[in-house]
Each structure stands twice: as structure tokens, then as C-alpha cells.
């Protein structure tokens, strides 16, 4: 995998990896999420976040929560607080 800025954050005891994935930023595949997720070969957390690029004029910007198993969630409301500080 190649080397990938990151923050890793918590929030009420969840654990979060949070990624600059706006532009320039390449996607992962899932099996990178799962690597960078697992707790033994990884950098391990509940979820990745991925902060992106505004999709409308009334965004400043979005973000994407992946699930260790690198399925995207919905919405996760611990993490939207490490977002907002970051």
C-alpha cells in the first residue's frame, strides 16, 4: 500500500482514521480499506473517514464512513465529531 497521510482520532471511544480524499487524493480499493482498518497489520479503526470535496454550492465539504469490512455506512454520529475537528 502506498503511504497515505492520515489523522487518526476518537470520539467517545470509538476509533476513526480521517483522509483527506479531496482532490489529488486517489481512491481505495476495498481491500486497502480493509488493510488499513485491520487492528494487527494496519493502522486499525472502528471506521475510515474520508473527507471530500463539496458536492453543491451549499457544501463546504462531504465525507464518506467505511466500516472495517469496507462496506460505507450511512452515517456515524462519533465520527462526524472528529470530522468537524479535524
Not at 492520515?6 to 482514521?17: A, E, P
Not at 494496519?42 to 469496507?70: T, W
Request: glycine share 10%; with cysteine.
Amino acid at each position: 500500500m502506498k503511504r497515505l497521510k492520515f489523522t487518526k482520532m476518537q470520539g467517545l471511544g470509538n476509533d476513526f482514521v480521517v483522509l483527506d480524499g479531496r482532490p489529488g487524493m486517489p481512491l481505495l480499493t476495498d481491500a486497502q480499506i480493509r488493510q488499513l482498518c485491520h487492528r494487527q497489520f494496519g493502522v486499525g479503526c472502528d471506521q475510515l473517514l474520508v473527507v471530500g470535496s463539496a458536492r453543491d454550492a451549499a457544501e463546504d465539504y462531504s465525507f464518506r464512513i467505511f466500516n472495517q469490512d469496507a462496506t460505507e455506512a450511512e452515517q456515524c454520529g462519533n465520527g462526524l465529531r472528529c470530522v468537524v475537528l479535524w
